[in-house]
C-alpha cells in the first residue's frame, strides 16, 4: 500500500495552524510563500482581533465573508472599498451595534468603539 508521510514544513505549519490564535506569525518571521501556505489552512472561525492585526490576505477574508454571509455577498464588495477585510469588519461592527445584548454585555468595549 502507498503510505503517504507528510513532510516536516508541512506537520511544522500544522502546528502553527493550530496555535494561530495564542501565537501567531506575521511575515517576516516565516517567508512569504510559507505565510501564505498558513492562512490557507487557517480556520475561518478565529478571532477577529488576532485576524484584524495579523491577517491581510484577501482570499482568506473573502472564505470568512462567503462562509459567514453566503456568496451573495460578492456583490457587496464595492460598497466595502473593494477589500473582503474591510467588508467583514463593518458587517461585524454592524451586527454588533444593532445588537442591543452584545451592547449591554460589553459596555466597556461600546465605550471605546464610540
Do not use: M
Not at 511544522?12 to 510559507?34: A, H, L
Not at 456568496?71 to 463593518?90: A, M, P
Amino acid at each position: 500500500s502507498d503510505i503517504t508521510i507528510p513532510s516536516l514544513l508541512f506537520l511544522s505549519q500544522s502546528v502553527v495552524v493550530k496555535n494561530f490564535e495564542t501565537r501567531p506569525v506575521r511575515v517576516g518571521q516565516v517567508s512569504i510563500d510559507i505565510f501564505k501556505s498558513i492562512v490557507e489552512r487557517l480556520p475561518i472561525d478565529l478571532d477577529p482581533k488576532v485576524g484584524a492585526t495579523h491577517i491581510d490576505d484577501e482570499k482568506y477574508w473573502k472564505r470568512v465573508c462567503v462562509a459567514k454571509y453566503g456568496e451573495v455577498v460578492s456583490s457587496q464588495i464595492e460598497y466595502h472599498g473593494l477589500t473582503w477585510k474591510r467588508l467583514f469588519f463593518e458587517r461585524y461592527c454592524e451586527e454588533f451595534l444593532l445588537n442591543e445584548e452584545s451592547i449591554k454585555k460589553n459596555a466597556n468595549l461600546f465605550q471605546k468603539v464610540i
